[in-house]
């Protein structure tokens, strides 16, 4: 069994010490306040759903820094966010959108293709909307086929696993997650930053990671992602915090729009010898 507590307080020592701002940070992605939400029995309708997922979208392949100066004209650039206006939306509108990222510096490399796989996922959704009575209602009655475990979700919606009756087109695991957490579920994004993380811990082993210096981040299967997951939420346990908490913390520290702390420092926090 991990020592979760020791390294949980030397993780909080050394945002501490480097970054005054931590927890406004952790808190300031918007995740926290939706997990406290759903915890209420909060019903997230559809638009707001989608939303969710065109941040997690977003997240992808970049700084989440360039991605925050966009977030305040998104609501005008998709419609208040509607599912339905942007199921239906033709290549050339969807064209005028990246390109209004690309003329703002907010368009990652992977975005116009994420863009019209954005469109697939927002079909696929208002499908299973119309058949759930509403995507909150879809969401919830996957996670109890799923054994009420939003790590099994996050497979479901992101990964092979189940098969792909429920896969978003464009997404993988760890954008599901993302998208998850954006509306409320209590789970961990297994992204390059908390993977590099977890490794440099020692709390989860990766077959691929060739390079570990700096910020070399470890290319990870399925069944690693799904190990990262499970092991941020057995810290978040250990610790009295929520999986998106500690999660958020973790990300604060590795992220380029963080502490942008190297591998070599997550070592000596995980207590390896570098």
């Not at 700084?63 to 966009?70: H, L």
């Not at 509403?134 to 189940?162: C, M, Q, S, W």
């Amino acid at each position: 069994m991990h020592d979760h507590a020791s390294v949980w307080q030397r993780v909080q020592d050394t945002l501490t010490n480097g970054l005054s701002d931590w927890r406004q940070r952790a808190s300031s992605l918007g995740q926290l306040q939706q997990n406290k939400r759903r915890d209420k029995k909060y019903r997230f309708d559809d638009d707001e759903v989608f939303r969710g997922l065109l941040l997690a979208l977003l997240s992808n392949s970049t700084n989440w820094a360039v991605v925050e100066r966009a977030i305040p004209a998104l609501s005008h650039q998709f419609d208040n966010f509607s599912l339905g206006s942007y199921a239906r939306r033709t290549n050339a509108q969807i064209e005028g959108i990246y390109q209004w990222f690309k003329s703002n510096r907010t368009a990652s490399v992977v975005l116009r293709r994420g863009l019209l796989r954005l469109r697939e996922a927002a079909v696929r959704l208002e499908a299973h909307s119309r058949s759930s009575s509403g995507l909150h209602n879809y969401l919830d009655n996957l996670l109890k086929e799923r054994g009420v475990d939003p790590i099994e979700l996050a497979v479901t919606l992101g990964g092979e696993r189940f098969g792909l009756a429920h896969k978003l087109p464009g997404f993988g695991i760890a954008l599901a997650a993302e998208f998850l957490k954006n509306v409320g579920y209590d789970v961990a994004k297994p992204d390059r930053h908390i993977n590099r993380a977890l490794g440099c811990f020692g709390w989860v082993s990766f077959k691929k990671w060739p390079d570990r210096n700096g910020t070399q981040a470890p290319t990870a299967k399925e069944d690693e992602l799904i190990a990262v997951m499970q092991e941020v939420a057995r810290c978040a346990q250990s610790v009295s915090q929520s999986a998106c908490f500690v999660d958020n913390v973790i990300w604060v520290l590795c992220a380029r729009s963080g502490l942008h702390a190297s591998n070599e420092a997550l070592m000596t926090i995980g207590g390896k010898p570098t």
